[in-house]
């Protein structure tokens, strides 16, 4: 696996992490206060945060993989395939393009709002708190929520272009071409090139296909600056982006708020026996040890939490009130043509 991880990651390709062999849990205690005293404290100035598709669940996107209600479960049971990764592969999309609209057509069809963990990030930005957001959602949410588009990398893409997957033509479109073209044909399944009736992809990062360039060139100037690593709504199992957790520097603590603990491929929470000499280094009150928070929850409780705690509170509902106002067509992303 090591093997196959550096040579996939050497390539950029999005692919999945295999289960690490050590599942033992070690759930920190609700210790989002010393997180907040390290924010209060003006030590830390550079806070990335990194997130997946946990992060929009509470604004009605599905992510893949919550048992039940993720798309893994609706993929696995409408098309019969033990690896439901398939469907979101590039080969499958050549073959099948209308499976992936079908499985995406939630976020060509509705007009999603950003949550308080969206609004959240945009707070830390405007205190000059946030180095990057690093996400994997390809829904846009967070520049709905004022981020600018030089705090974030969407490692994964993003639904708001599309292009044309004949090579020579690659015309662009946008979402709202794409949803206009959805929905004034109902028949219409795969919506096609107006130029050369090719079929059209949405400029999202599916299995099998590169990364974009920039994930790599901000991730190699940002990493090392990192005082304190926020990881929400994310299983981290898909690669290379689940690795960024182990690109920070040891002294930044790393704080994961979602509904299960992830992470542990990454050696994060791992008391595998490897680890135990560092464990008791830790125990010991020898600081060579990473610092790792699990804050059991969902997103929006998690950072409504940290942001009380900080004494944001108020200001980060009235942030979400305020932008919510706006017409959506001045929060969405300024796609030119
Ligand atoms: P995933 O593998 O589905 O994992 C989601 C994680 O979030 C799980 O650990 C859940 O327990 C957790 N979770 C779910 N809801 C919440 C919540 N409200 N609060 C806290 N935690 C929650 O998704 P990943 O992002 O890790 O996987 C990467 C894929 C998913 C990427 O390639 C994305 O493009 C893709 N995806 C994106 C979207 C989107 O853009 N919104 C939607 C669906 C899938």
Known sequence: MANQESVEDSLGKLYLSQEGDDNSKSTKEDNLESIAQLIKS???????????????????????????????????????????????????????????????????????KPTIAHYFLKLLADKNLLLRHYTQNVDGLDLAAGLSEDKVVTAHGTMYTAHC?????????????????????????????????????????????????????????????????????????????????????????RLLINLEETGQDHGMFSRSPSQIGGMVKHLLGWNSNRKDIFWKGSCDDGCLKLADLLGWKQELLKLKEDQQKKPSQDTLPNVKL
């Open 165 to 253: 997957t004949t090579s020579e033509c690659h015309t662009k479109y946008t979402l709202e071409w794409l949803k206009q073209q959805l929905l004034k044909t109902p028949d219409i399944t795969v919506p096609r090139c107006d130029k050369c009736q090719g079929v059209i992809k949405p400029d999202v990062v599916l299995y099998g296909e590169q990364l974009p360039n920039k994930f790599f060139t901000m991730r190699s100037a940002d990493f090392p600056n990192c005082d304190l690593l926020i990881i929400m709504g994310t299983s981290l199992k898909v690669e290379p982006f689940a690795s960024l957790v182990e690109h920070v520097p040891e002294h930044a603590p």
């Open 42 to 112: 003006k030590e830390c100035k550079n806070i990335i945060v990194m997130t997946g598709a946990g992060l929009s669940t509470a604004a009605g996107i599905p992510d893949f993989r919550s048992p039940d209600i993720g798309l893994f479960t609706k993929v696995m049971q409408k098309y019969q395939v033990t690896s439901p990764e398939l469907v979101f592969s590039i080969d499958y999309f050549h073959e099948n393009p209308s499976v992936f609209y079908e499985m995406s057509r939630g976020m060509t069809e509705t007009d999603y």
